[in-house]
């Protein structure tokens, strides 16, 4: 029987400096641009995006996200608080059901409505579903449009009690924006700001896959791990794992 989820939770992206980034300076949440069924507008989210697809069946991710990948073992991802989102389907009860709550959390706060309970706090409960809704992504936009629920993703989105939450606070950066709520230059503005704050680290031992596209590329990484961790034991080890794109459509 054929697995459909790996053991591994993969990262994709499209230029091989993205991937020189991360060995260089680990990982750093970033805005994507999202739209949800919970919010009247295109939103904002600061997260850092994963996938478990085996390798037998991500070519279709890699012609959507780009053929370079770091991927490591889920217990670094369990460790790090790395979760599967939820797909919905927009036209189902359970949205509807929690749309109601959520509007009506709305319509309390916007209108200073209150509830009898000395520790009921309305925009605690706000906060708490919107952070729920940044896990939640639709099966599909449109009839037709590409089905994120093939993408198997997995997401990292910092909590507000985090210390990097405490830095985001600092430097007024929200978890989540509406897109009426900041200018699209802003974003980039942002994510460099989030560079300074390394919130996912890994060892060599955490990588169990590392995709290029050229031979060259894979002496230019086995020539830096070398050079970077020549005392780290597992440098050989991490450099049989360096794989091209080439061999996945070959092998796998």
Same mark, same amino acid.
């Given at each position: 029987?054929?697995?459909? %989820? ?8 499209? $230029?091989?400096?993205? #991937? $020189? ?103 605690? #409960? ?14 599909? /936009? ?16 910092? #909590?507000? $009690?985090?210390?990097? %939450?405490?830095? /985001? ?11 009426? $709520? ?17 919130? #996912? ?35 050989? /080890? ?15």
């Amino acid at each position: 029987m054929s697995i459909i %989820s790996a053991e591994t939770l993969f990262h994709f992206m499209k $230029e091989f400096s993205f #991937l $020189e980034d991360i060995l260089n300076n680990k990982f750093s949440p970033r805005y994507y641009r999202e739209q949800s069924v919970f919010f009247d507008e295109p939103v904002y989210i600061l997260m850092k995006c994963f996938c478990d697809i085996p390798l037998s069946l991500v070519k279709k991710h890699i012609e959507q996200y780009g053929c370079y990948a770091i991927g490591f073992n889920k217990k670094w991802g369990m460790t790090n608080r790395i979760n599967p989102i939820n797909y919905y389907n927009e036209n189902s009860n359970f949205i509807h059901a929690i749309k109601i709550q959520y509007d009506a959390c709305i319509d309390m706060i916007t209108n200073n409505k209150s509830i009898n309970s000395d520790n009921f706090d309305l925009n605690r #409960l706000k906060k708490a579903l919107e952070y729920t809704f940044m896990n939640y992504k639709p099966v599909r /936009i449109e009839a037709g449009a590409r089905d994120y629920y093939n993408e198997r993703e997995w997401r990292y989105i910092p #909590l507000e $009690e985090e210390k990097d %939450s405490i830095i /985001i606070k600092k430097d007024n950066i929200k978890q989540l924006y509406l897109s009426s $709520e900041i200018q699209e230059d802003k974003i980039e503005e942002y994510n460099e700001v989030m560079k300074n704050y390394h919130t #996912l680290n890994f060892e060599l031992q955490d990588i169990n896959f590392i995709i290029v596209k050229t031979n060259e590329e894979i002496r230019y990484l086995c020539k830096f791990f070398d050079t970077n961790y020549k005392d780290n034991p597992y440098r050989e /080890i991490v450099k049989t794992k360096i794989i091209k794109r080439e061999d996945i459509e070959m092998n796998f």
